[in-house]
């Protein structure tokens, strides 16, 4: 058996509910080496380093 909703839900209260489905931009900080927009918490993609340590090689 399926789940069966006992009312009808009000367009209004239909979209109250899905009010909050909102995308919202990434959170960005410069990278402390190369000055460098990032993702906080994740190696640079520019200069490969993560909390002053260089993690990755880039060529």
Do not use: F, Q
């Not at 509910?17 to 909102?22: D, E, G, L, V």
Request: charged share 30%; proline share 7%; net charge positive.
């Amino acid at each position: 058996m399926s789940i069966c909703p006992k009312n009808k839900s009000s367009k209004g209260r239909r979209d109250r509910r899905r009010a909050n489905w909102k995308m919202t931009l990434p959170t960005l900080v410069p990278c402390s080496r190369c000055g460098e927009l990032m993702v906080p918490h994740r190696v640079c993609k520019s200069c490969g380093t993560y909390n002053k340590r260089e993690i990755v090689t880039i060529d």
